[in-house]
DNA sequence: TATTTGACGATTT
DNA sequence: CAAATCGCCAAAT
């Protein structure tokens, strides 16, 4: 297995309950700022759902992925919600407010 | 080894 | 504001 999507998933994995990130951070966390598509890519192997919250992980806008499909994006939505995360109408998430962990990683 | 592809990002039209 | 385009990187075939 690749060091790169390990790294992806054990980045995906200590994103705080409640909180958000988006693919390019995941990327940056996981050694290359521009493989945000890489990033998508592993996740979308997702060989643990159970420790991989992939609901967590939003698009740079805070916008939960069009092309998600892991149940609708309704579903997604509601998960965060779930976890304390304010989701708008539209599946946006505030990411001034949900990234602010990062600095402390 | 080379080509294709894809849960993205940023910029331009 | 939405669609199109280019750039980026690694995995899959």
Redo the contacts with the bound molecule.
């Keep these: 297995m690749?060091?790169?999507?390990q790294r992806v998933y054990e980045a995906v994995k200590r994103i705080p309950k409640g909180k958000v990130c988006?693919?390019?951070c995941i990327a940056l966390m996981a050694g290359?700022p521009?493989?945000?598509?890489?990033?998508?890519?592993?996740?979308?192997?997702?060989p643990d759902p159970k420790n991989i919250p992939?609901h967590r992980?939003v698009?740079?806008?805070g916008r939960l992925?069009?092309?998600?499909?892991?149940g609708g994006a309704e579903i997604q939505k509601q998960l965060l919600e779930y976890e304390g995360v304010k989701v708008s109408d539209d599946g946006i998430v505030d990411l001034n407010i949900y990234m602010d962990w990062i600095k402390f990683n």
């Design positions: 690749s060091n790169f999507h988006t693919y390019g290359s521009k493989a945000s598509r890489v990033v998508g890519y592993a996740l979308h192997h997702n992939c992980v698009n740079r806008q992925a069009p092309s998600f499909a892991f």
